[in-house]
T-cell receptor, first 112, second 112 residues
Framework: EAAVTQSPRNKVAVTGGKVTLSCNQTNNHNNMYWYRQDTGHGLRLIHY???????EKGDIPDGYKASRPSQENFSLILELATPSQTSVYFC???????????FGPGTRLTVL | QQKVQQSPESLIVPEGGMASLNCTSSDRNVDYFWWYRQHSGKSPKMLMSIFSNGEKEEGRFTVHLNKASLHTSLHIRDSQPSDSALYLCAASRGSALGRLHFGAGTQLIVIP
């Protein structure tokens, strides 16, 4: 089965601090995605990538940057964290088109 | 407003009963629907997908799709306590980027 891992699994950050969330996939999928999940909103797409070196804005990109240095790794960067970014973040990988997306275990981020 | 609307927000059914969940997209360009299941504290996992009019059955789970109304429904017969979870509906356009638009989800509780 597809394998997507995330680190850290839990993170407490201070307002104004920099936070980097990491994601690794061993599926050799071209596409990777970052979502956040908040009660009442389901999963909302922040950034995605269709290959190494590419990043695209999703539906809620403000306050976030992304980096895809290799096929396997995709990072989400919060340069100046705010309490409104407290959430659970999921990374996913997929083959594109109408292929299934496989999700990592999630990172719970709390910004104080 | 979300492009994918799910109803009901929550649903309580007795063990052995039938659970029916609904999902509609307001984006007429979508052509593929997905149902993901997310147990508490876990990551979403794909349950079923459908792109053709009609129905698709896998064990106790049946998915219906009406492409004209962009409405899909998930039916779970002989519901089990282990079916208690958040059910997320997603829609996609079938592009190479594989973007999914998720609804807010239906929280299903199956009471023994």
């Amino acid at each position: 089965e597809a394998a997507v891992t995330q680190s850290p699994r839990n993170k407490v950050a201070v307002t104004g601090g920099k936070v980097t969330l990491s994601c690794n996939q061993t599926n050799n999928h071209n596409n990777m995605y970052w979502y956040r999940q908040d009660t009442g909103h389901g999963l909302r797409l922040i950034h995605y990538s269709y290959g190494a070196g590419s990043t695209e804005k999703g539906d809620i990109p403000d306050g976030y940057k992304a980096s895809r240095p290799s096929q396997e790794n995709f990072s989400l960067i919060l340069e100046l964290a705010t309490p409104s970014q407290t959430s659970v973040y999921f990374c996913a990988s997929g083959g594109g088109g109408n292929a299934e997306q496989f999700f990592g275990p999630g990172t719970r981020l709390t910004v104080l | 407003q979300q492009k994918v609307q799910q109803s009901p927000e929550s649903l309580i059914v007795p063990e052995g009963g039938m659970a029916s969940l609904n999902c509609t997209s307001s984006d007429r360009n979508v052509d593929y629907f997905w149902w993901y299941r997310q147990h508490s504290g876990k990551s979403p996992k794909m349950l079923m997908s459908i792109f053709s009019n009609g129905e698709k059955e896998e064990g106790r789970f049946t998915v219906h799709l009406n492409k004209a109304s962009l409405h899909t429904s998930l039916h779970i017969r002989d519901s089990q306590p282990s079916d208690s979870a958040l059910y997320l509906c997603a829609a996609s356009r079938g592009s190479a980027l594989g973007r999914l638009h998720f609804g807010a989800g239906t929280q299903l509780i199956v009471i023994p």
